[in-house]
């Protein structure tokens, strides 16, 4: 979700969303790892990355959903991997932890962990689709963002069957500045056409979800309890 497939052809991608507690661990700075350690040093304390990777999975866990196995490699055994994983490193799977360069994690951030990506690339790995899951803590955001070629379904999985997520959007201006169209938004969510002012909101419960076409802008956040 966070950065387009350049290609000729439009992929699908399928990401869940999850709850995670508001005293999170904050963690300051960019970090992508996982199959991307082998390209990169971290730029924070490889502690502070545990923490992050540790609750995530955690919530995961406690509500009944399961990683495959090279969610728990440590950099060391992601770098002694050999040419059977070279789909892993291809299509960048694993974890991500991202600031979106704010330096303000807490506020502006979001934990994944891709187990599917997509790409028309010639060769094994070519697939038209992708999946995440993403682990939103309260408070966080992520900011506005488009996708050039991916259409992507957000599915509000809800921790505990309490968590609802707010998405705000706007259309992409085709005049040539490629800003925020003042024109209504017309979205899917589960099938059910729903209309939106420029940055209206549409706010989803657990088990719903909304699909989001090319070129449309979207942020989204963690309603915060009332209760």
Same mark, same amino acid.
């Given at each position: 979700?966070?950065?387009?497939?350049?290609?000729?052809?439009?992929?699908?991608?399928?990401?869940?969303?999850?709850?995670?507690?508001k005293?999170?661990?904050?963690?300051?700075?960019?970090?992508?790892?996982?199959?991307?350690f082998?390209?990169r040093? @971290?730029?924070?304390?490889?502690?502070?990355?545990n923490?992050?990777?540790?609750?995530?999975?955690?919530?995961?866990?406690?509500?009944r959903f399961?990683?495959?196995p090279?969610?728990?490699?440590t950099?060391?055994?992601?770098?002694?991997?050999?040419?059977?994983?070279d789909?892993?490193?291809?299509?960048?799977?694993?974890w991500?932890?991202?600031?979106f360069?704010?330096?303000?994690?807490?506020?502006?951030?979001?934990?994944?962990?891709?187990?599917?990506?997509g790409s028309?690339?010639?060769?094994? =790995?070519?697939?038209g689709?992708?999946?995440?899951?993403?682990?939103?803590?309260?408070?966080q955001?992520?900011?506005? &963002?488009? &996708?050039?070629?991916?259409?992507?379904?957000?599915?509000?999985?809800?921790?505990?069957?309490?968590?609802?997520?707010?998405?705000? $959007?706007? $259309?992409?201006?085709?005049? %040539?500045?490629?800003?925020?169209a003042?024109? @209504?938004?017309?979205v899917? =969510?589960?099938?059910?056409?729903?209309?939106?002012?420029?940055?209206?909101?549409?706010?989803? %419960?657990?088990?719903?979800?909304?699909?989001?076409? @090319?070129? $449309?802008? &979207?942020?989204?956040l963690?309603?915060?309890?009332?209760?």
């Amino acid at each position: 979700m966070l950065g387009d497939r350049r290609s000729h052809n439009t992929y699908y991608s399928r990401e869940v969303v999850m709850w995670g507690p508001k005293d999170s661990t904050v963690v300051p700075h960019v970090v992508l790892f996982g199959a991307v350690f082998n390209e990169r040093k @971290p730029i924070v304390k490889r502690s502070a990355i545990n923490r992050v990777i540790v609750e995530a999975r955690e919530f995961f866990a406690e509500n009944r959903f399961s990683l495959p196995p090279y969610a728990d490699w440590t950099p060391e055994e992601w770098r002694k991997q050999g040419r059977e994983a070279d789909e892993l490193r291809a299509t960048r799977l694993g974890w991500d932890v991202t600031d979106f360069n704010s330096g303000r994690f807490d506020s502006v951030g979001l934990t994944l962990f891709t187990l599917r990506n997509g790409s028309f690339a010639v060769g094994r =790995c070519s697939k038209g689709y992708a999946a995440k899951i993403m682990f939103v803590r309260q408070d966080q955001v992520a900011p506005y &963002h488009y &996708h050039a070629r991916k259409t992507e379904d957000i599915i509000n999985r809800g921790g505990k069957g309490r968590g609802r997520l707010v998405v705000r $959007l706007y $259309l992409y201006n085709s005049d %040539g500045n490629g800003g925020f169209a003042q024109n @209504p938004v017309s979205v899917l =969510c589960d099938g059910i056409r729903r209309e939106v002012e420029p940055g209206g909101a549409v706010i989803l %419960g657990p088990g719903e979800s909304i699909t989001l076409t @090319p070129y $449309l802008y &979207h942020t989204f956040l963690r309603l915060r309890a009332t209760v």
